[in-house]
């Protein structure tokens, strides 16, 4: 079956400018993970969404970050006057609930953003 | 979340040697997961933990919760020139939930 995709899988946008990434969950998991991923280090946590309650968003590093998710399925997340130090790989991640066995998460190929 | 203390940093080894990395946290787990990344992908699951002391194989792989829930360790057996990539572990706190914490990597390189 599909696994987690996004779009798109390389962006290159101008310090200033809005981004919109997307992902496209595994069907039927009602949770969706966004995460960071520095060059060489390891995936930092941004924003978690489950099913109709309201968005974990404590990981976001700014208010230029936000996410939405539509329909309890694809989700955007959205970086607003991009900076240099926003260049890195944007992970999205889905399970089949939040915890336990059924919490483990999935991942998506990635985004790679470079801010010039 | 804290940031998992995963050792060694990098390894260069032989084809058919065998390989061992471990990750440690400052706090209790009730979860543990290894995952492997390759260039320009995402992690792909090779094995979750979900018991302390829980011992668990996937093929040439072997993974270990620790009995104290604050670490956890990754054999590989036999290394082939595909095992090459980036291993990550990633572990959930008792009272976190959902979100997941990850360490910095074990880089591998494995030479015919």
């Known amino acids: 079956g599909a696994g987690v995709s996004q779009s798109p899988s390389n962006k290159v946008t101008e310090k200033g400018k809005d981004v919109e990434l997307r992902c496209d969950p595994i069907s039927g998991h009602t949770a969706l993970y966004w995460y960071r991923q520095s060059l060489g280090q390891g995936l930092e946590f941004l924003i978690y969404?489950?099913?109709?309650?309201?968005?974990?968003k404590s990981g976001l590093p700014s208010d230029r970050f936000s996410a939405e998710r539509t329909g309890g399925s694809v989700s955007t997340l959205t970086i607003q006057r991009t900076q240099q130090e926003d260049s890195a790989v944007y992970l999205c991640a889905s399970s089949l609930a939040g915890g336990g066995h059924q919490g483990t998460q999935y991942f998506g190929p990635g985004t790679r953003l470079l801010v010039l | 979340g804290q940031q998992l203390n995963q050792s060694p940093q990098s390894m260069f080894i032989q084809e058919g040697e065998d390989v061992s990395m471990n990750c440690t946290s400052s706090?209790?787990?009730?979860?543990w997961l290894w995952y492997k990344q390759d260039p320009g992908e995402g992690p792909v699951l090779l094995i979750a933990l979900y018991k302390a002391g829980e011992l668990t194989s996937n093929g040439r792989l072997t993974a270990q919760f620790g009995i104290t829930r604050k670490d956890s360790f990754l054999n590989i057996s036999a290394s082939i020139p595909s095992d090459v990539g980036i291993y990550f572990c990633a572990g959930r706190e008792t009272n976190s939930g959902y979100a997941l914490n990850f360490g910095k990597g074990t880089s591998l390189l494995v030479t015919p």
């Open positions: 706090s209790i787990f009730n979860t």
């Open positions: 969404f489950q099913g109709n309650s309201a968005p974990d």
